[in-house]
Protein backbone atom coordinates (compact mmCIF):
# COMPACT_ATOMS: atom_id res chain seq x y z
CA UNK A 1 0.00 0.00 0.00
CA UNK A 2 0.87 3.80 -0.41
CA UNK A 3 1.58 5.71 2.38
CA UNK A 4 -2.05 7.79 1.31
CA UNK A 5 -3.80 4.60 1.36
CA UNK A 6 -2.34 3.32 4.66
CA UNK A 7 -3.38 6.23 6.19
CA UNK A 8 -7.16 5.84 4.93
CA UNK A 9 -7.09 2.40 5.78
CA UNK A 10 -6.53 3.32 9.56
CA UNK A 11 -8.50 7.06 9.95
CA UNK A 12 -11.16 6.56 6.57
CA UNK A 13 -13.38 4.99 8.60
CA UNK A 14 -15.98 5.61 11.66
CA UNK A 15 -14.19 4.30 14.72
CA UNK A 16 -15.86 7.55 16.96
CA UNK A 17 -17.34 4.60 18.74
CA UNK A 18 -14.20 2.73 19.50
CA UNK A 19 -12.00 3.33 22.55
CA UNK A 20 -8.50 3.51 21.04
CA UNK A 21 -6.46 0.67 22.47
CA UNK A 22 -5.19 -2.53 20.82
CA UNK A 23 -8.56 -4.27 20.21
CA UNK A 24 -9.50 -1.60 17.43
CA UNK A 25 -5.90 -1.52 16.15
CA UNK A 26 -6.20 -5.33 15.45
CA UNK A 27 -9.76 -4.32 13.48
CA UNK A 28 -8.03 -1.76 11.34
CA UNK A 29 -5.17 -3.84 10.97
CA UNK A 30 -7.96 -6.57 9.85
CA UNK A 31 -10.12 -4.42 7.87
CA UNK A 32 -12.88 -5.21 9.84
CA UNK A 33 -14.39 -2.04 10.34
CA UNK A 34 -16.63 -1.16 6.93
CA UNK A 35 -18.14 1.16 5.75
CA UNK A 36 -22.46 0.77 5.69
CA UNK A 37 -23.57 1.26 3.01
CA UNK A 38 -25.76 4.84 2.13
CA UNK A 39 -29.79 4.13 2.42
CA UNK A 40 -32.11 6.82 0.42
CA UNK A 41 -33.00 9.40 3.44
CA UNK A 42 -36.65 8.75 4.70
CA UNK A 43 -35.88 11.51 7.04
CA UNK A 44 -35.67 14.97 5.44
CA UNK A 45 -34.50 17.82 6.32
CA UNK A 46 -36.80 21.13 5.02
CA UNK A 47 -35.24 24.12 3.56
CA UNK A 48 -38.28 26.15 3.98
CA UNK A 49 -38.17 29.35 1.77
CA UNK A 50 -41.30 31.42 3.18
CA UNK A 51 -40.61 34.11 1.25
CA UNK A 52 -37.63 35.54 -1.44
CA UNK A 53 -38.19 38.97 -0.24
CA UNK A 54 -34.84 40.98 1.04
CA UNK A 55 -34.06 43.86 2.65
CA UNK A 56 -30.19 43.03 1.92
CA UNK A 57 -28.68 42.82 -1.44
CA UNK A 58 -25.90 40.35 -1.23
CA UNK A 59 -24.01 40.56 -4.62
CA UNK A 60 -23.93 36.80 -4.79
CA UNK A 61 -27.09 35.98 -3.97
CA UNK A 62 -28.53 33.28 -5.68
CA UNK A 63 -32.38 34.04 -5.75
CA UNK A 64 -32.13 37.14 -6.93
CA UNK A 65 -34.60 36.21 -9.83
CA UNK A 66 -36.90 34.17 -7.36
CA UNK A 67 -36.99 37.50 -5.38
CA UNK A 68 -37.93 39.58 -8.55
CA UNK A 69 -40.65 36.73 -9.94
CA UNK A 70 -41.91 36.14 -6.06
CA UNK A 71 -42.05 40.03 -4.67
CA UNK A 72 -42.98 40.39 -1.22
CA UNK A 73 -45.20 36.88 -1.17
CA UNK A 74 -45.07 35.12 2.98
CA UNK A 75 -46.08 31.67 2.56
CA UNK A 76 -49.73 30.87 3.78
CA UNK A 77 -50.66 28.75 6.98
CA UNK A 78 -52.54 26.74 5.18
CA UNK A 79 -49.23 26.05 3.27
CA UNK A 80 -47.41 25.63 6.60
CA UNK A 81 -50.16 22.81 7.89
CA UNK A 82 -50.62 20.77 4.98
CA UNK A 83 -46.28 20.76 5.10
CA UNK A 84 -46.92 18.80 8.89
CA UNK A 85 -49.79 17.22 8.01
CA UNK A 86 -48.15 15.42 4.83
CA UNK A 87 -44.77 15.54 5.40
CA UNK A 88 -44.21 15.71 8.81
CA UNK A 89 -43.22 12.03 10.18
CA UNK A 90 -40.18 11.65 7.67
CA UNK A 91 -39.20 15.54 8.61
CA UNK A 92 -36.03 16.11 10.95
CA UNK A 93 -35.78 19.49 10.91
CA UNK A 94 -37.05 22.43 9.28
CA UNK A 95 -34.85 25.60 8.67
CA UNK A 96 -36.36 29.38 7.55
CA UNK A 97 -34.60 30.52 4.67
CA UNK A 98 -35.17 32.67 2.19
CA UNK A 99 -35.03 35.28 0.98
CA UNK A 100 -34.54 36.62 4.75
CA UNK A 101 -37.46 34.91 6.82
CA UNK A 102 -37.80 37.59 9.72
CA UNK A 103 -39.55 39.86 6.88
CA UNK A 104 -42.19 37.06 7.93
CA UNK A 105 -45.24 37.93 9.91
CA UNK A 106 -44.13 36.41 13.71
CA UNK A 107 -47.49 34.68 13.75
CA UNK A 108 -46.63 32.68 10.70
CA UNK A 109 -43.60 31.75 12.41
CA UNK A 110 -45.39 30.50 15.62
CA UNK A 111 -48.01 28.79 13.68
CA UNK A 112 -45.34 26.38 12.53
CA UNK A 113 -44.23 25.30 16.18
CA UNK A 114 -47.87 25.64 16.96
CA UNK A 115 -48.38 22.90 14.28
CA UNK A 116 -45.67 20.62 15.65
CA UNK A 117 -47.14 20.84 19.24
CA UNK A 118 -50.81 19.68 17.46
CA UNK A 119 -49.34 16.89 15.61
CA UNK A 120 -47.12 15.84 18.40
CA UNK A 121 -43.88 16.48 16.42
CA UNK A 122 -40.55 17.16 18.34
CA UNK A 123 -37.91 17.89 15.43
CA UNK A 124 -35.61 21.18 15.80
CA UNK A 125 -36.94 24.73 13.53
CA UNK A 126 -34.07 26.93 13.04
CA UNK A 127 -33.57 29.72 11.21
CA UNK A 128 -30.79 31.77 8.92
CA UNK A 129 -30.96 35.20 8.83
CA UNK A 130 -28.90 38.27 7.42
CA UNK A 131 -28.95 39.65 11.31
CA UNK A 132 -30.64 43.09 9.65
CA UNK A 133 -33.83 42.76 12.40
CA UNK A 134 -32.25 40.66 14.73
CA UNK A 135 -33.27 42.78 17.64
CA UNK A 136 -33.40 41.97 21.21
CA UNK A 137 -37.38 41.59 20.45
CA UNK A 138 -36.77 38.98 17.49
CA UNK A 139 -33.63 37.49 19.90
CA UNK A 140 -36.36 36.93 22.96
CA UNK A 141 -39.14 35.47 19.78
CA UNK A 142 -37.55 32.88 19.03
CA UNK A 143 -36.18 31.65 22.07
CA UNK A 144 -39.16 31.36 23.58
CA UNK A 145 -40.00 28.78 20.39
CA UNK A 146 -37.11 27.47 21.16
CA UNK A 147 -35.38 27.78 17.32
CA UNK A 148 -31.97 28.51 16.79
CA UNK A 149 -30.66 31.11 14.95
CA UNK A 150 -28.01 31.71 12.40
CA UNK A 151 -26.25 34.58 10.90
CA UNK A 152 -24.12 35.77 7.76
CA UNK A 153 -20.94 38.13 8.24
CA UNK A 154 -18.86 38.37 6.21
CA UNK A 155 -16.32 40.37 8.27
CA UNK A 156 -14.26 43.04 6.86
CA UNK A 157 -15.34 43.17 3.28
CA UNK A 158 -19.19 43.19 4.64
CA UNK A 159 -19.97 46.31 3.63
CA UNK A 160 -19.23 45.62 0.44
CA UNK A 161 -21.23 42.13 0.15
CA UNK A 162 -23.63 42.84 2.53
CA UNK A 163 -24.50 46.24 3.00
CA UNK A 164 -23.57 48.66 5.94
CA UNK A 165 -26.85 47.63 7.78
CA UNK A 166 -25.93 44.59 8.08
CA UNK A 167 -22.87 45.04 9.52
CA UNK A 168 -24.12 47.52 11.41
CA UNK A 169 -26.83 45.33 13.17
CA UNK A 170 -24.27 42.10 13.41
CA UNK A 171 -21.39 44.16 15.48
CA UNK A 172 -24.04 45.03 17.70
CA UNK A 173 -25.07 41.56 18.09
CA UNK A 174 -21.51 40.01 18.64
CA UNK A 175 -21.12 43.32 21.03
CA UNK A 176 -24.22 41.88 23.44
CA UNK A 177 -24.57 38.55 22.78
CA UNK A 178 -20.35 37.60 22.18
CA UNK A 179 -21.18 33.95 23.41
CA UNK A 180 -24.28 33.30 21.04
CA UNK A 181 -23.54 34.53 18.10
CA UNK A 182 -21.85 33.10 15.30
CA UNK A 183 -21.56 32.94 11.38
CA UNK A 184 -21.13 32.18 8.05
CA UNK A 185 -18.89 34.11 5.99
CA UNK A 186 -19.00 33.94 2.85
CA UNK A 187 -15.74 34.24 0.26
CA UNK A 188 -15.78 34.80 -3.55
CA UNK A 189 -13.05 36.37 -5.94
CA UNK A 190 -12.51 39.20 -4.91
CA UNK A 191 -12.16 38.44 -1.02
CA UNK A 192 -10.11 34.70 -0.76
CA UNK A 193 -7.17 35.98 0.30
CA UNK A 194 -9.07 37.77 3.58
CA UNK A 195 -9.79 34.07 5.03
CA UNK A 196 -7.15 34.41 7.83
CA UNK A 197 -7.68 38.36 8.17
CA UNK A 198 -11.39 37.39 8.40
CA UNK A 199 -10.87 34.87 11.48
CA UNK A 200 -8.13 37.06 12.77
CA UNK A 201 -10.97 39.95 12.93
CA UNK A 202 -14.07 37.50 14.50
CA UNK A 203 -11.53 36.48 17.29
CA UNK A 204 -10.94 40.18 18.14
CA UNK A 205 -14.60 40.95 17.94
CA UNK A 206 -15.09 38.32 20.54
CA UNK A 207 -16.57 35.82 18.23
CA UNK A 208 -17.07 32.16 19.45
CA UNK A 209 -17.27 30.20 16.04
CA UNK A 210 -17.86 30.81 12.20
CA UNK A 211 -18.27 28.63 9.41
CA UNK A 212 -16.38 29.64 6.69
CA UNK A 213 -17.95 29.35 2.83
CA UNK A 214 -16.13 29.66 -0.38
CA UNK A 215 -18.15 30.40 -3.74
CA UNK A 216 -16.34 27.75 -5.92
CA UNK A 217 -16.00 27.75 -9.30
CA UNK A 218 -18.16 24.27 -10.22
CA UNK A 219 -20.06 24.70 -13.48
CA UNK A 220 -17.93 25.08 -16.89
CA UNK A 221 -19.97 27.10 -18.02
CA UNK A 222 -21.08 30.05 -15.73
CA UNK A 223 -19.16 32.89 -16.25
CA UNK A 224 -20.30 34.42 -12.57
CA UNK A 225 -17.44 37.17 -11.57
CA UNK A 226 -17.66 35.98 -8.28
CA UNK A 227 -16.70 32.61 -8.86
CA UNK A 228 -13.10 31.46 -7.37
CA UNK A 229 -10.88 28.95 -9.60
CA UNK A 230 -10.72 25.58 -7.78
CA UNK A 231 -6.82 25.51 -8.17
CA UNK A 232 -6.83 29.35 -6.58
CA UNK A 233 -9.43 27.88 -4.05
CA UNK A 234 -7.79 25.19 -2.83
CA UNK A 235 -4.60 26.29 -2.24
CA UNK A 236 -6.27 29.52 -0.24
CA UNK A 237 -8.71 27.29 1.90
CA UNK A 238 -6.12 24.93 3.05
CA UNK A 239 -3.61 28.23 3.81
CA UNK A 240 -6.33 28.56 5.93
CA UNK A 241 -6.99 25.19 7.58
CA UNK A 242 -3.32 25.16 8.27
CA UNK A 243 -3.43 28.39 9.99
CA UNK A 244 -6.42 27.02 11.93
CA UNK A 245 -4.67 24.09 12.81
CA UNK A 246 -1.53 26.01 14.19
CA UNK A 247 -3.33 28.86 16.15
CA UNK A 248 -2.78 28.54 19.83
CA UNK A 249 -3.70 31.91 20.75
CA UNK A 250 -7.65 31.70 22.11
CA UNK A 251 -8.71 29.84 19.06
CA UNK A 252 -12.07 29.80 17.49
CA UNK A 253 -14.08 27.12 16.13
CA UNK A 254 -14.80 27.06 12.35
CA UNK A 255 -17.54 23.89 11.59
CA UNK A 256 -16.47 24.30 7.83
CA UNK A 257 -12.68 23.76 9.30
CA UNK A 258 -13.58 21.16 11.13
CA UNK A 259 -16.15 19.17 8.48
CA UNK A 260 -13.25 19.03 6.31
CA UNK A 261 -10.99 17.36 8.41
CA UNK A 262 -13.63 14.93 10.05
CA UNK A 263 -14.31 13.69 6.46
CA UNK A 264 -11.12 12.19 6.15
CA UNK A 265 -11.14 10.62 9.95
CA UNK A 266 -14.79 8.89 8.49
CA UNK A 267 -17.28 11.23 9.54
CA UNK A 268 -18.92 12.56 6.80
CA UNK A 269 -21.24 15.15 6.49
CA UNK A 270 -23.94 17.01 4.53
CA UNK A 271 -24.12 20.12 2.22
CA UNK A 272 -21.58 20.31 -0.57
CA UNK A 273 -18.95 18.54 0.58
CA UNK A 274 -20.20 15.27 1.21
CA UNK A 275 -23.84 12.74 -0.06
CA UNK A 276 -26.99 13.31 0.84
CA UNK A 277 -28.74 11.52 -1.36
CA UNK A 278 -32.28 12.93 -1.16
CA UNK A 279 -31.79 14.30 2.67
CA UNK A 280 -32.39 18.21 2.03
CA UNK A 281 -35.70 19.33 0.06
CA UNK A 282 -37.10 22.62 -0.70
CA UNK A 283 -40.11 24.26 -0.08
CA UNK A 284 -41.11 27.54 -1.84
CA UNK A 285 -43.63 29.63 -0.68
CA UNK A 286 -46.48 28.58 -2.93
CA UNK A 287 -45.76 25.19 -1.35
CA UNK A 288 -43.74 23.85 -4.45
CA UNK A 289 -41.03 20.76 -2.99
CA UNK A 290 -37.36 20.29 -5.23
CA UNK A 291 -34.10 19.16 -4.07
CA UNK A 292 -31.45 21.30 -2.28
CA UNK A 293 -29.45 23.27 -5.23
CA UNK A 294 -32.08 24.14 -7.43
CA UNK A 295 -35.84 26.24 -7.18
CA UNK A 296 -38.92 23.55 -6.49
CA UNK A 297 -40.20 25.15 -9.44
CA UNK A 298 -38.21 24.02 -12.03
CA UNK A 299 -38.80 21.27 -14.42
CA UNK A 300 -36.65 19.21 -12.18
CA UNK A 301 -38.86 19.24 -8.95
CA UNK A 302 -41.30 17.08 -7.10
CA UNK A 303 -44.55 19.00 -7.53
CA UNK A 304 -46.90 20.33 -5.02
CA UNK A 305 -47.67 20.13 -1.31
CA UNK A 306 -51.27 20.17 -2.18
CA UNK A 307 -50.70 17.42 -4.65
CA UNK A 308 -49.65 14.45 -1.83
CA UNK A 309 -51.20 13.06 0.56
CA UNK A 310 -48.55 11.47 2.63
CA UNK A 311 -44.57 11.44 2.79
CA UNK A 312 -44.53 7.93 1.17
CA UNK A 313 -46.38 9.83 -2.46
CA UNK A 314 -43.23 12.18 -2.32
CA UNK A 315 -40.51 9.65 -1.37
CA UNK A 316 -41.71 6.74 -3.78
CA UNK A 317 -42.98 9.31 -6.50
CA UNK A 318 -41.57 7.86 -10.01
CA UNK A 319 -39.54 11.44 -10.18
CA UNK A 320 -38.07 11.49 -6.91
CA UNK A 321 -36.80 7.67 -7.24
CA UNK A 322 -35.38 8.45 -11.11
CA UNK A 323 -33.29 11.18 -9.68
CA UNK A 324 -31.52 9.07 -6.61
CA UNK A 325 -31.62 6.39 -9.21
CA UNK A 326 -29.87 8.18 -11.48
CA UNK A 327 -27.92 9.55 -8.44
CA UNK A 328 -26.83 6.48 -7.54
CA UNK A 329 -26.14 5.19 -10.78
CA UNK A 330 -22.94 7.68 -10.68
CA UNK A 331 -21.67 6.04 -7.98
CA UNK A 332 -20.38 3.52 -10.09
CA UNK A 333 -18.34 5.57 -12.18
CA UNK A 334 -16.69 7.03 -8.78
CA UNK A 335 -16.61 3.70 -7.14
CA UNK A 336 -12.66 3.17 -8.21
CA UNK A 337 -11.66 6.39 -6.40
CA UNK A 338 -10.05 6.54 -2.70
CA UNK A 339 -12.31 8.85 -1.63
CA UNK A 340 -15.45 6.85 -2.66
CA UNK A 341 -16.91 6.75 0.88
CA UNK A 342 -16.83 10.27 1.41
CA UNK A 343 -18.81 11.73 -1.51
CA UNK A 344 -20.31 8.95 -3.37
CA UNK A 345 -20.41 11.60 -6.78
CA UNK A 346 -21.15 14.60 -4.85
CA UNK A 347 -24.00 16.59 -4.35
CA UNK A 348 -26.88 15.71 -6.52
CA UNK A 349 -27.89 19.73 -6.36
CA UNK A 350 -24.27 20.43 -7.84
CA UNK A 351 -24.38 17.43 -10.20
CA UNK A 352 -27.91 18.72 -11.44
CA UNK A 353 -26.91 22.41 -11.90
CA UNK A 354 -24.11 21.20 -14.12
CA UNK A 355 -26.36 18.60 -15.63
CA UNK A 356 -29.78 18.71 -15.31
CA UNK A 357 -30.53 15.38 -16.52
CA UNK A 358 -28.36 14.40 -13.50
CA UNK A 359 -26.45 11.79 -16.17
CA UNK A 360 -23.17 13.45 -15.24
CA UNK A 361 -21.40 14.14 -12.33
CA UNK A 362 -20.48 17.82 -11.78
CA UNK A 363 -16.53 18.00 -12.99
CA UNK A 364 -15.20 21.13 -11.36
CA UNK A 365 -16.90 19.68 -8.23
CA UNK A 366 -15.10 16.47 -8.34
CA UNK A 367 -11.63 18.51 -9.52
CA UNK A 368 -12.04 20.63 -6.66
CA UNK A 369 -12.95 17.40 -3.99
CA UNK A 370 -9.92 15.25 -5.08
CA UNK A 371 -7.03 18.58 -4.81
CA UNK A 372 -8.73 19.80 -1.80
CA UNK A 373 -8.90 16.01 0.52
CA UNK A 374 -5.66 15.42 -0.85
CA UNK A 375 -3.93 18.74 0.58
CA UNK A 376 -5.60 18.16 3.92
CA UNK A 377 -4.10 14.64 3.60
CA UNK A 378 -0.64 16.15 3.84
CA UNK A 379 -1.38 18.64 6.34
CA UNK A 380 -2.96 16.12 9.12
CA UNK A 381 -1.06 13.10 8.01
CA UNK A 382 1.58 12.65 10.81
CA UNK A 383 0.48 14.95 13.73
CA UNK A 384 1.90 14.26 17.00
CA UNK A 385 -1.27 14.57 19.04
CA UNK A 386 1.20 15.61 22.48
CA UNK A 387 2.99 18.55 20.76
CA UNK A 388 0.11 20.60 22.66
CA UNK A 389 2.39 23.51 22.24
CA UNK A 390 2.33 23.05 18.64
CA UNK A 391 -1.16 22.80 17.60
CA UNK A 392 -4.73 23.93 17.97
CA UNK A 393 -6.38 22.41 21.03
CA UNK A 394 -9.53 21.99 19.05
CA UNK A 395 -7.79 20.46 16.38
CA UNK A 396 -5.89 17.76 19.02
CA UNK A 397 -9.22 17.31 20.44
CA UNK A 398 -11.21 16.47 16.72
CA UNK A 399 -8.39 14.14 16.31
CA UNK A 400 -8.33 12.32 19.46
CA UNK A 401 -12.49 12.09 19.03
CA UNK A 402 -12.00 10.03 16.19
CA UNK A 403 -8.89 7.66 17.14
CA UNK A 404 -6.66 9.18 15.12
CA UNK A 405 -3.12 7.52 13.75
CA UNK A 406 -0.90 9.09 12.34
CA UNK A 407 1.02 7.61 9.60
CA UNK A 408 4.51 7.02 11.76
CA UNK A 409 2.04 5.21 14.56
CA UNK A 410 0.13 3.47 11.52
CA UNK A 411 3.76 2.38 9.59
CA UNK A 412 4.90 0.62 13.22
CA UNK A 413 1.68 -1.27 13.68
CA UNK A 414 2.19 -2.84 9.97
CA UNK A 415 5.89 -3.63 10.72
CA UNK A 416 5.26 -5.13 13.84
CA UNK A 417 2.00 -7.26 12.81
CA UNK A 418 3.79 -8.57 9.52
CA UNK A 419 6.42 -9.36 11.72
CA UNK A 420 4.79 -11.26 14.85
CA UNK A 421 1.46 -12.48 12.20
Not at 55 to 81: M, P, V
Not at 340 to 345: A, D, G, K
Request: net charge negative.
Amino acid sequence: MTDKELFLKYNMVPTNTYTKDEILTNKLYNNEIKWEPVNLHHDILILLHGSYACNANCIYCENGELRKKYHNKFISKETLRLLIERLGSNIREITWHGGEPLLIPEDTIEYLEELKKEYHYNFPTTLQTNGILLTDEKIDFLDKLNIQWGTSFDGLQNDTSRGKASTQALLRLIKKYPNKTSFICVNYKDTIDNLINNYEYFKSLGVQATQSCVIKEIVLTDNNPLLIKNEIAIQKVLEYINYWIHDIKNPIGDSYVTRSIERLLGITRVCEDSYCIGGWLIMDPDGNLGFCGHAAEDPGGLGNIRDITSAHDLLYSPKYLSIIGKQVKLEKTCSPCQYYNICHSGCTGLNYEYDHTYNTINPRNCEFQLGFLDGIYELIKDIDTSRRDLYNPMFLQLLRENNYYSLTEIKEIENAKHSNP
